[in-house]
Structure formats: C-alpha cells, structure tokens
C-alpha cells in the first residue's frame, strides 16, 4: 500500500525555522515528481517546492530563498527546510507525489498521492 507519512511540524516564532520529514512507502516505481503544498481553511491548495530527479527544483516565489527541498533516496524521505518564517507561512502542509509524469508541478491536480498533513503555525 503506498504511504506517505510525515512528521516535523509544529509552533514556532516568528523567525524560527522547522524541518518537515516525508518518508515515502510502497511505491514500485520511481515517481515522477515530489512536493510540498500548504493549505489554510478557506483557501486553495497552494504548491510550495518541488523536486525532480537528484536536485532539480521549483519554489513558489513566497518561499524562495527561505525554504530549501531535498530528499534522500536511500530513505526514501522528502524534506522541506523552512527557515525565517513568517506568520502567513502558516498552514497545514502536505507531501505529494505524482505518478502521471508531470514533472516540477506545483498545482495540485496533477498529484495523485498524499500525506495526510502536518501543521505548521508560525506566531508573531
């Protein structure tokens, strides 16, 4: 059964940094591509950072500079460094992976799989 799990989330001040861990299970196949997304209620799913292949990467403008993508592939786990965070980096945040060969996407439909999300809150 494929499974995303993941881990790292929690409160923070504003200027503190977390790691997020996706470890990633039951896949047969190489994906295509993984991510990042955040979501805040009422709001649309938002795509964050993306990786494909070793190190070829893709940041929403709001978090570039600040987060940085990778993985490890010996573990299977994807991570998210988020550093000098902000209040409106607020959200709940979800692993993705994809399937369909859609490579750096950061739109959320062309994610087939996900994890179930951890929050992250960022206070002033």
């Known amino acids: 059964q494929v499974q995303l799990v993941e881990s790292g989330g929690g409160s923070v001040q504003a200027g503190g940094s977390l790691r997020l861990s996706c470890a990633a299970s039951g896949f047969t196949s190489r994906p295509s591509s993984m991510a990042w997304f955040r979501q805040v209620p009422g709001k649309e799913r938002e795509g964050v950072a993306t990786i494909y292949g070793y190190y070829t990467t893709r940041y929403a403008d709001s978090v570039k500079g600040r987060f940085t993508v990778s993985k490890d592939n010996a573990k299977n786990t994807l991570y998210l460094q988020m550093n000098s965070l902000k209040p409106e980096d607020t959200a709940m945040y979800y692993c993705?992976?994809?399937?369909?060969?859609?490579?750096?996407?950061?739109?959320?439909?062309?994610?087939?799989?996900w994890g179930q999300g951890t929050q992250v809150t960022v206070s002033s």
């Open positions: 993705a992976v994809d399937m369909r060969f859609k490579p750096l996407s950061l739109t959320a439909l062309d994610y087939n799989y």
